[in-house]
C-alpha cells in the first residue's frame, strides 16, 4: 500500500511525533508498504521531486530523529517555513495523503491527536489510522473525558478552571493539597506538576497559563503508576512505570533509562482484570476506535483511578504501547500493519 506517515506539526510533542513517525515509516516500509513521512506543518519544502514519487524516495524520507530533553522551539520551527500562511498543512500535505492508501497519524497533542486533522480527512475522503475526529476531540479535553466516563470508572476528584494571571494566588489559596496541576489539553505531561504546597500551586498555574487559560487541577492519588495500551477493543497487559526520579514526567518518558518500565506489569491478576475492564469501558464510553493506551493510578487496595485516555500514544524506541503489544506477542511491524488493517476497516464500516 502507498501510505502517509504524518508526523512533527505544530504542537510542543513536535519531537516525539517525529521520532514515532520514523520509526513506524520504515517498519511498514520492511513489510512492503511504499510509505513516506511527511511533516504536516513544513510538507514538502525541502523535496525537489514530484510529490507523487514520495512513495519511492529512499527510506521513505525519514530522517534521524530522537526526542531532547527541552521542548521543542515552535517559533523556530514556524520561522523556517517558507510559507509564511496560516495553513496548518504545509506544502503538497492534503495532495499527497489524497494520493496515499490511507494516512497513518503520527501525531501527537494539538493538531493531530484533538480531532481537527481527522475531521478534515473525513470531508476530503482521505482514510486515516485511529480514532475519529469526535472521539479524538472528546478524550484531548481531560475535564470532558472525565465527566463522561467518571460514572462507570474510579477517577480522582477534581475541577476545571478557566483563570487568568490576577486570579492565581486566590486558586492557590483555596486549593487542597497535595494535588496535580495539569493544562487540560496537552499530551506528555507537558505542563504537570505534583503541587504539595501553595507556592508549587501558583507556579504550576503559571506555568500552564502557556498552554492555554484552562487547567484541570486533579486530587493526589499515592499508588503505583500502571498503563495499559488497547488494540482492535481489547486491553494489552499492563506496564507498571517506576520512574528513577521525580514523575512520568515529558523528560522521563522520552530519554531511554530515565524510568523502569516493567511489562508485563507485576500485579495480582485482580488487579490486571480491573485494569483491563475500566481501560476497555473508558474506550467504549469514548466510542474511540482501533488502538489507544489509558493511564492509571492503582492504590494498594487494587483500585485503578482513571487519569487519561491517548487517542495517538507514542510510538518511539521508549514509548509504552510496542512494549506492551511485545508482551502479547505483536512484533513493532505486526502491531503498525494492525493499525493500518483495523483502520481501514474502522473507516469503511463508518466507525468512530
Not at 463522561?148 to 486570579?167: C, G, I, M, N, S
Request: glycine fraction near 8%.
Amino acid at each position: 500500500m502507498r501510505i502517509v506517515v504524518l508526523a512533527g506539526g505544530l504542537s510542543m510533542e513536535r519531537n516525539v511525533s517525529l521520532s514515532s513517525g520514523t520509526r513506524i515509516c520504515r517498519a511498514l516500509r520492511a513489510r512492503g508498504h511504499r510509505a513516506a513521512l511527511v511533516d504536516l506543518f513544513l510538507g514538502l519544502e525541502g523535496y525537489d521531486g514530484a510529490p507523487e514519487s514520495i512513495f519511492d524516495a529512499p527510506d521513505g524520507l525519514c530522517g534521524d530523529f530522537s526526542v531532547a530533553p527541552e521542548e521543542p522551539d515552535l517559533d523556530a520551527v514556524r520561522a523556517s517555513r517558507k510559507d509564511k500562511s496560516e495553513n496548518i498543512f504545509g506544502k503538497d500535505v492534503l495532495r499527497v495523503c489524497a494520493m496515499a492508501d490511507v494516512v497513518f497519524i503520527a501525531l501527537h497533542g494539538a493538531c493531530g491527536e484533538d480531532g481537527r486533522v481527522q475531521a478534515a480527512f473525513d470531508l476530503l475522503g482521505i482514510p486515516y489510522t485511529g480514532s475519529g475526529y469526535l472521539g479524538s476531540a472528546i478524550a484531548m479535553d481531560k475535564d470532558l473525558t472525565k465527566r463522561l466516563v467518571a460514572p462507570y470508572v474510579t477517577t480522582a476528584k477534581w475541577r476545571a478552571l478557566k483563570y487568568t494571571a490576577d486570579e492565581i494566588d486566590a486558586i492557590a489559596d483555596e486549593t487542597e493539597l497535595p494535588c496535580v496541576v495539569k493544562p487540560n489539553a496537552n499530551g506528555s505531561s507537558i505542563g504537570v506538576t505534583i503541587a504539595h504546597t501553595r507556592d508549587e500551586v501558583a507556579a504550576a498555574l503559571t506555568e500552564c497559563l502557556h498552554f492555554g487559560a484552562q487547567v484541570v487541577i486533579e486530587q493526589y492519588i499515592r499508588g503505583r503508576e500502571l498503563q495499559v495500551g488497547i488494540l482492535d477493543g481489547r486491553a494489552l497487559p499492563a506496564i507498571e512505570i517506576i520512574p528513577k526520579t521525580g514523575f512520568y514526567d515529558y523528560a522521563n518518558k522520552y530519554q531511554a533509562g530515565a524510568a523502569e518500565e516493567v511489562c508485563p506489569a507485576p500485579i495480582p491478576a485482580e488487579w490486571e482484570e480491573k485494569l483491563r475492564s475500566a481501560t476497555e469501558t473508558v474506550f467504549r464510553v469514548l466510542e474511540l476506535s482501533v488502538y489507544s493506551r489509558a493511564d492509571f493510578i492503582v492504590t494498594e487496595d487494587g483500585t485503578p483511578y482513571f487519569l487519561e485516555i491517548n487517542t495517538l500514544p507514542g510510538m518511539t524506541p521508549t514509548s509504552l504501547v510496542p512494549q506492551e503489544a511485545a508482551a502479547a506477542g505483536i512484533g513493532y511491524g505486526e502491531l503498525c500493519e494492525r493499525i493500518v488493517t483495523s483502520s481501514l476497516r474502522a473507516r469503511k464500516e463508518g466507525r468512530a
